[in-house]
């Protein structure tokens, strides 16, 4: 199925006190690009989210941001260093004997001296977490994966509809080459006449000289190619995923045998219709540029 790589998920996760928010957003890009904030005490997650999500998208500039709350009364706990506080005492007694002054050291103003007392953030559950973490990241990429498979299948019936038109154009040049040939011929003999008069021409020149210009102005091989590759990019948007760079070639191909057809072109119907096939084909690779 077709996938663009413009997309959304957001998904909520919640135990117990604790929540995990996760919401995501997808842009075009050549490369799997993943940018990920989230609260640094779970920086070591980022392998395994990484690693998460190439099973949802393969290409795209991801922006993927994760919040937690935790409403739990036992978050943080108070830690005693008691070395510390020995210490401080130590010194304490030291002044006290070296400058001769009162030891009025009190529990509360030893409490106060810093790294005495502090606060401790309670180690979690490391296996929880990422198990709760992981169905907030896996309801978050599977939306994401579906508004890219809803979007991509409007690209896929966009590029269906251009394709169409690209094929009536072609059937016109295809139609009118011929005809150019036919109205040369007759200008040519009309030509002459007025210059020559009655004076006959031989014929096997009159010939050489219509097949040379047919030759110079033919797109047969064009033609073919251009049917070719509209055919190849309708067989490639019914392949799974992973089309964009495929179907990228193959529309640069199709310009190229668009910009020969132009070149050639030596009718004004030709050459605005071979105008139109350029502009349906930027228009596709312009679409193109979204899919995975």
């Given amino acids: ?39 640094k005490k779970f920086n070591f997650y980022e392998t395994a989210i990484r690693g998460l999500l190439k099973q949802y998208a393969s290409r795209g500039k991801v922006d993927i941001f994760i919040t937690y709350e935790d409403a739990s009364q036992n978050q943080v706990s108070l830690k005693y260093n008691e070395t510390l506080a020995k210490e401080y005492m130590d010194y304490f007694r030291q002044m006290q004997e070296k400058f001769g002054i009162e030891h009025d050291i009190r529990v509360s103003t030893l409490a106060r001296c810093p790294e005495v007392l502090s606060m401790e953030e309670q180690t979690e559950d490391e296996e929880e977490l990422w198990k709760e ?19 991509g299948a409007n690209l896929k019936k966009d590029i269906l509809e251009k394709l169409s038109i690209m094929e009536e154009l072609v059937a016109y040049i295809e139609v009118r080459s011929p005809e150019i040939v036919a109205q040369y011929r007759t200008k040519l003999e009309e030509k002459v006449k007025e210059l ?19 030759d110079k102005i033919c797109t047969d091989e064009e033609i073919v190619r251009l ?21 990228d070639f193959i529309a640069q191909e199709m310009n190229r045998e668009a910009n020969t057809i132009l070149s050639k072109a030596n009718d004004l119907e030709v050459s605005n219709h071979a105008i139109d096939l350029k502009t349906e084909i930027e228009k596709i690779r312009e679409q193109i540029q979204n899919i995975e």
């Fill in 133 to 151: 973490l992981k169905t907030a990241l896996e309801g978050a990429f599977t939306q994401f994966a579906q508004t890219r498979e809803a979007e």
């Fill in 1 to 39: 199925m077709i996938k663009s790589m413009t997309g959304f998920g957001r998904c909520e996760s919640q135990q117990g006190e604790r929540k995990f928010t996760v919401e995501l957003k997808g842009v075009n890009h050549r490369y799997l690009d993943v940018n990920i904030r989230m609260p």
């Fill in 227 to 247: 049917k070719s590759h509209i055919s190849h990019m309708r067989d490639t948007l019914e392949e799974k995923e992973g089309v964009g760079r495929k179907l």
């Fill in 196 to 214: 020559l008069g009655d004076t006959q021409i031989e014929e096997s020149r009159m010939a050489t000289e219509i097949v040379l210009y047919a």
